[in-house]
């Protein structure tokens, strides 16, 4: 079974709540511990999020 998953949604859901929490794209890479590159590829869909990722997303900021 393969999984369909939108993952330009899930950026911008990303981003939305980033937004809600008045942090930059730099401050939420810090926290989370990646770059900001890499959250300006997550937000805009074109990088896969890595399970890791959203364990640490989800611990924070949910």
Do not use: P, W
């Not at 393969?2 to 926290?31: H, P, S, V």
């Amino acid at each position: 079974m393969i999984l369909d998953f939108d993952y330009i949604t899930m950026g911008q859901r990303i981003k939305q709540r980033r937004k809600e929490l008045n942090m930059t794209q730099a401050d939420f890479a810090e926290k989370l511990g990646i770059s900001q590159n890499h959250i300006s590829a997550i937000e805009c869909g074109s990088q896969h999020l890595a399970l890791s990722f959203l364990f640490l997303y989800v611990i924070h900021y949910l």
